[in-house]
Nanobody, 127 residues
Framework: QVQLVESGGGSVQAGGSLRLSCAAS????????MGWFRQAPGKEREGVAA????????YYADSVKGRFTTSQDNAKNTVYLQMNSLKPEDTAMYYC????????????????????WGQGTQVTVSS
């Protein structure tokens, strides 16, 4: 049973930093996409970053490029999202997701590509 558990959310002032973690368990694939998504109240869920664990290739939304970095620790089966220079508009619930043996692919930042999701962690950035 695949499980994704996020942690690291919280409240920070604009310009601050947070690091989110996503611990994965219940599957053996060493080459799959892991994505980070966020959803603010009243808005659609959007992809912010993704990593292909086989090669370490990363992908970012334009809105976070240069500020957010996703990385992996294969030994811990954990992916991270380092968020720097946070802005109030980054406030949202953040989710990690895994694409495991999916049949359809819509790109690394498209939520339809992912079939497993964590419970989310709240990030609040105050001005």
């Amino acid at each position: 049973q695949v499980q994704l558990v996020e942690s690291g959310g919280g409240s920070v002032q604009a310009g601050g930093s947070l690091r989110l973690s996503c611990a994965a368990s219940g599957y053996t694939s060493s080459s799959n996409y892991m994505g980070w998504f966020r959803q603010a109240p009243g808005k659609e869920r959007e992809g912010v970053a993704a990593i292909y664990t086989g090669t370490g290739s990363t992908y970012y939304a334009d809105s976070v490029k240069g500020r957010f970095t996703t990385s992996q620790d294969n030994a811990k089966n954990t992916v991270y999202l380092q968020m720097n220079s946070l802005k109030p508009e980054d406030t949202a619930m953040y989710y990690c997701a895994a694409a495991i043996s999916t049949r359809s692919w819509f790109g690394p930042l498209n939520m339809r590509s992912y079939n497993y999701w964590g419970q989310g962690t709240q990030v609040t950035v105050s001005s």
